[in-house]
Each structure stands twice: as structure tokens, then as C-alpha cells.
């Protein structure tokens, strides 16, 4: 009858003798049983093999394992992530491999970074003056990311020409409180920063900036913060600051992650400075002037809060570089 009819059959007739003899048998659904399908059974020989190779090499990918061992790639990721519990990451850039002292010396300043601010409240943060140079270039192209644009899933991707940072820069010194910048020193071309040199801007520009943006303070009543470089510590340089009445807090070495300028100022500047062409140094010097000003006090003492805990990650990580706030 139902070859007959005219209606199409919803399932095969092997399907139905099937579930005409698991009805039979006492079963009452339909559906598979659990765990059904073809299972792959990994011999620990292979494993052991395959974790041999890895281990002589972390940097062999799947395709040479496979080759080497004689299993199929995709057995060998099976391995390596279920049965050996690994996953592949990319090596994280620091700025130095640091030894025992090292790490020691930066828990230990971080300390006594901590323990003053805990002794004397914000009045300790409130006399640093901190300071450092960098180079400004007159043209420094965006990064790949400052690029980007949203697009439609129908339009083709925006293309740009790549481009050379410029061979023409300059050096800045900048010095800032937890109010804002104080100076921002444009070195003369062809000038090096050594300690006579320094030790002039600290004098003569700094002295005035001091004066002028913060009347009524006394440079001595300041503490000068700044990283271990050489014109930071000569000689001569410390006799200058001695002579001001100047005190000092000791920066660990190595350490740009605890140094206010590297973690924040710079990269703030350089980022809005990318991808702007510069002709002369008044227009660099405008520009990077422009845009400090619009850092509000806030922002100065958001750059002094995030030092603090960044001395305390330092203790936390045992003076190890760390990447996350």
C-alpha cells in the first residue's frame, strides 16, 4: 500500500528495519547510543615520542614533529594540547634579561618607594619632579593599528603605502610634577647631552620653570626623580643637585617600567605625533607643546597613581618585568 501511495518516504528503509529491531529488543528512543562513533586510541609510546621531540626543541611546529615522529599533524596537536597539556605562545619582548640582583635591587627600591609614600601621605608624591629624554623624529609613521578603519564585509580592505620614519630628530628633555609639565627642553642640534650639559638645563631652565609655574616653592623643598643614565650620574651632576639642595629618590636600573616618562608620557606624545610631518624644529617643538597642554591635572595624577602600583606589581611579580596593570 504505501509503494502505492503517493507519498515519499521521510527515511530510508534500512533506518526503519533498524528501529524495528531495536523496538524489539526492548529499546524505546531513537537516538544514537552515547559515545558512539569511532574513537582514536593514542599509544603512550607515541606520546612519549612525540614529547621527546618537543622537548629537545619547543620551537618545532606540528608540521616537523609529524614529520619526524610519522603521525599525522592533526594526532600531534591532539597530543601536545590534551595529552601534554601545552599551547604555543610567542616569546614576550622585555627590555632586559634581568639577573638575581637585578630583580632584587627593583623589589627593594620599590620598597622603600611604598614605605615613604605610606610614612609621609601624598605630600612625598607632590615634591617629585620627575624627568627624561627621548628623540622626536620629524616624521614617524602611524603603526599598522593607528591605521585602521572600520569596512563593510563587501568592500576591499584600505591600502596605504608603507613608510620610513624620517632620518631627521631631535632630542627633548622633559621634566613634569604630579601637576603637569614643567619644562619641555629642546636640545640644539649637534649638542650631546652629557653632564655639563644637564646640569645647565637643571640650573638655568629648570630652575626658572619652577619659579614661574609653581611660585613660592623652593627647588630644595623639590625631589628630583630620574633614571640611571649617564649624564644622570655623574660627578659633577650630583654635585650640581647637591649644590641646589636638590634631594634624589634612586631609580632601579633597567627599569623603564617604573620610570613615569617611559610608561606614559612618551608613548602619549609620539602616538599623536605619528603620521604629522614636521619642516624645522619650531614646528616640532609647537606640536609637541600643543599636545602636553591639553593634559589636564587629572591626567598628571592618574600618571603618578599608576607609579605606585607599579611598584607594588614589581614587588608582587619579585622584580620580574610585568606587562598587565
Same mark, same amino acid.
Given at each position: 500500500?504505501?509503494?502505492?501511495?503517493?507519498?515519499?518516504?521521510?527515511?530510508?528503509?534500512?533506518?526503519?528495519?533498524?528501529?524495528?529491531?531495536? @523496538?524489539?529488543?526492548?529499546?524505546?528512543?531513537?537516538?544514537? =547510543?552515547?559515545?558512539?562513533?569511532?574513537?582514536?586510541?593514542?599509544?603512550?609510546?607515541?606520546?612519549?615520542?612525540?614529547?621527546?621531540?618537543?622537548?629537545? =626543541?619547543?620551537?618545532?611546529?606540528?608540521?616537523?614533529?609529524?614529520?619526524?615522529?610519522?603521525?599525522?599533524?592533526?594526532?600531534?596537536?591532539?597530543?601536545?594540547?590534551?595529552?601534554?597539556?601545552?599551547?604555543?605562545?610567542?616569546?614576550?619582548?622585555?627590555?632586559?634579561?634581568?639577573?638575581?640582583?637585578?630583580?632584587?635591587?627593583?623589589?627593594?627600591? *620599590?620598597?622603600?618607594?611604598?614605605?615613604?609614600?605610606?610614612?609621609?601621605?601624598?605630600?612625598?608624591?607632590?615634591?617629585?619632579?620627575?624627568?627624561? $629624554?627621548?628623540?622626536?623624529? #620629524?616624521?614617524?609613521?602611524?603603526?599598522?593599528?593607528?591605521?585602521?578603519?572600520?569596512?563593510? &564585509?563587501?568592500?576591499?580592505?584600505?591600502?596605504?603605502?608603507?613608510?620610513?620614519?624620517?632620518?631627521?630628530?631631535?632630542? @627633548?628633555?622633559?621634566?613634569?610634577?604630579?601637576?603637569?609639565?614643567?619644562?619641555?627642553?629642546?636640545?640644539?642640534?649637534?649638542? /650631546?647631552?652629557?653632564?655639563? #650639559?644637564? *646640569?645647565?638645563?637643571?640650573?638655568?631652565?629648570?630652575?626658572?620653570?619652577? !619659579?614661574?609655574? !609653581?611660585?613660592?616653592?623652593?627647588?630644595?623643598?623639590?625631589?628630583?626623580?630620574?633614571?640611571?643614565?649617564?649624564?644622570?650620574?655623574?660627578?659633577?651632576?650630583?654635585? $650640581?643637585?647637591?649644590?641646589?639642595?636638590?634631594?634624589?629618590?634612586?631609580?632601579?636600573?633597567?627599569?623603564? =617600567?617604573?620610570?613615569?616618562?617611559?610608561?606614559?608620557?612618551?608613548?602619549?606624545?609620539?602616538?599623536?605625533?605619528?603620521?604629522?610631518?614636521?619642516?624645522?624644529?619650531?614646528?616640532?617643538?609647537?606640536? /609637541? !607643546?600643543?599636545?602636553?597642554? &591639553?593634559? =589636564?591635572?587629572?591626567?598628571? !595624577?592618574?600618571?603618578?597613581?599608576?607609579?605606585?602600583?607599579?611598584?607594588?606589581?614589581?614587588?608582587?611579580?619579585?622584580?620580574?618585568?610585568?606587562?598587565?596593570?
Amino acid at each position: 500500500m504505501l509503494d502505492q501511495a503517493d507519498i515519499k518516504p521521510s527515511v530510508c528503509r534500512t533506518l526503519v528495519f533498524k528501529w524495528h529491531k531495536r @523496538f524489539s529488543d526492548g529499546w524505546t528512543s531513537v537516538e544514537d =547510543d552515547p559515545g558512539r562513533g569511532r574513537k582514536t586510541i593514542i599509544e603512550e609510546n607515541l606520546i612519549l615520542r612525540v614529547k621527546n621531540v618537543i622537548e629537545s =626543541d619547543r620551537r618545532h611546529t606540528v608540521q616537523e614533529i609529524s614529520a619526524v615522529v610519522g603521525i599525522s599533524t592533526g594526532t600531534v596537536h591532539t597530543i601536545l594540547t590534551e595529552h601534554l597539556n601545552m599551547c604555543r605562545v610567542s616569546a614576550r619582548w622585555i627590555p632586559r634579561l634581568l639577573s638575581v640582583n637585578d630583580k632584587a635591587k627593583r623589589v627593594r627600591l *620599590s620598597r622603600n618607594f611604598l614605605r615613604r609614600h605610606a610614612s609621609e601621605g601624598d605630600s612625598f608624591i607632590n615634591k617629585i619632579i620627575t624627568t627624561d $629624554e627621548t628623540w622626536l623624529f #620629524y616624521f614617524d609613521p602611524e603603526t599598522k593599528q593607528q591605521s585602521s578603519a572600520w569596512k563593510r &564585509k563587501s568592500s576591499p580592505p584600505p591600502q596605504k603605502a608603507k613608510l620610513r620614519q624620517s632620518s631627521r630628530k631631535n632630542m @627633548f628633555i622633559f621634566f613634569m610634577d604630579i601637576q603637569g609639565m614643567l619644562l619641555i627642553h629642546a636640545v640644539p642640534a649637534h649638542q /650631546t647631552v652629557n653632564a655639563d #650639559y644637564y *646640569s645647565k638645563v637643571i640650573r638655568r631652565d629648570l630652575l626658572h620653570a619652577v !619659579r614661574k609655574k !609653581r611660585p613660592g616653592t623652593n627647588l630644595a623643598e623639590m625631589i628630583l626623580h630620574q633614571d640611571n643614565a649617564p649624564a644622570h650620574r655623574a660627578e659633577t651632576t650630583i654635585l $650640581e643637585l647637591d649644590l641646589l639642595g636638590l634631594e634624589r629618590v634612586e631609580h632601579a636600573p633597567y627599569s623603564p =617600567d617604573l620610570a613615569p616618562m617611559d610608561f606614559k608620557v612618551f608613548p602619549t606624545v609620539k602616538s599623536q605625533l605619528r603620521g604629522r610631518k614636521f619642516d624645522n624644529i619650531d614646528e616640532l617643538k609647537y606640536a /609637541t !607643546r600643543s599636545i602636553v597642554s &591639553k593634559l =589636564d591635572k587629572k591626567w598628571y !595624577r592618574d600618571v603618578y597613581d599608576e607609579w605606585i602600583r607599579r611598584h607594588k606589581l614589581c614587588i608582587k611579580h619579585k622584580g620580574e618585568f610585568f606587562e598587565k596593570m
